[in-house]
């Protein structure tokens, strides 16, 4: 059976018609993820949990294991994930409450890392496309039939915190095109994307950055305060998601992406370079 990852805060683990199986603690080649696993059932199929920040939010964006958080999923047997996180909206027509389905990032992140592949097995995959688009329009029709307000599309900047913007930075990324900011979808997406898992991030707006005239500057309280209300909907999107959309045995071309990225002959590999990797290379072997 295959199952489906979902990477937020703990307020998704009260979901309503959540049956809890287990929790997995599981240790990875890159240490641990930022906290056990929860295995559950949502309408009979099963879902693997991990709030990001840890379920007390005591890891920040910068500090985040994300490498440990992927590769946990896919030792879990998650062939899907869907990334929940709290965006600040750069567009006057992304509201506060408003949900965006990003299909592109631009990753200001800087020092966290971001790949797999460190040596001497190298891939290079490609992140032209680094949503799962089939897994997005699913997750579009269920915030539809919730009355969601949603963004189909949008490009989500990944800055690297935890500060928030100065007030030129969000000019400026405005001036770039940007739809959404946040800090912690990359380099999860480039991490799931050579795990082979698909991916695509529900964007919850939680306030206007700092760009906005007529608005407060973001705060804590004011983010938490929206947020709130964000998670109602994305409860309710899930288990609408889970009800009528989601396939069992989905499959994609994000499931194929190492096919032909990886610049190294696998089978003349020692058994030390392949350790870290095994997981995700063990089907070429």
């Known amino acids: 059976m295959q199952r489906i990852g979902?990477?937020?805060?703990?307020?998704?683990?009260?979901?309503?018609?959540?049956?809890?199986?287990?929790?997995?603690?599981?240790d990875t080649p890159f240490g641990k993820p930022s906290d056990k696993l929860t295995l559950a059932t949502i309408h009979g199929h099963e879902v693997v949990f991990l709030p990001r920040h840890g379920k007390t939010h005591s890891i920040p964006p910068h500090k985040i294991n994300y490498r440990a958080n992927i590769y946990a999923m896919k030792l879990a047997g998650v062939s899907?994930?869907?990334?929940?996180?709290?965006?600040?909206?750069?567009r006057e027509d992304i509201t506060p409450g408003d949900f965006v389905l990003v299909d592109q990032f631009v990753d200001r992140t800087r020092e966290r890392a971001s790949t797999f592949f460190d040596g001497p097995v190298?891939?290079?995959?490609?992140?032209?496309?680094?949503?799962?688009a089939s897994l997005a329009q699913k997750l579009h029709q269920a915030c539809a039939k919730e009355g969601i307000t949603t963004h189909e599309r949008g490009t989500y900047m990944v800055m690297q915190g935890p500060q928030f913007s100065t007030r030129a930075e969000s000019e400026?990324?405005?001036?770039?095109?940007?739809?959404?900011?946040?800090?912690t979808?990359?380099?999860?997406?480039?991490?799931?994307k050579e795990a082979e898992i698909c991916y695509t991030t529900v964007a919850m707006c939680t306030d206007y950055d700092c760009w906005h005239e007529t608005e407060d500057n973001v705060s804590v309280a004011s983010v938490i305060e929206v947020m709130q209300h964000n998670v109602s909907k994305a409860k309710a999107m899930l288990?609408?998601?889970?009800?009528?959309?989601h396939s069992q045995n989905t499959t994609c071309a994000c499931q194929h992406t190492l096919e032909h990225s990886i610049f190294a002959d696998l089978k003349v590999q020692s058994d030390e370079s392949l350790r870290p990797i095994y997981a995700l290379v063990k089907r070429f072997l």
């Open 185 to 192: 979808n990359m380099p999860e997406a480039k991490l799931a």
């Open 122 to 132: 190298v891939a290079h995959v490609s992140m032209a496309d680094p949503i799962c």
């Open 172 to 183: 400026l990324y405005r001036s770039w095109g940007m739809d959404v900011i946040g800090m």
């Open 6 to 26: 979902i990477i937020g805060g703990s307020g998704l683990y009260a979901i309503d018609g959540i049956e809890i199986i287990d929790e997995l603690d599981i």
């Open 80 to 90: 899907q994930i869907i990334s929940i996180s709290a965006v600040g909206s750069l």
């Open 239 to 245: 288990l609408t998601y889970f009800e009528h959309y």
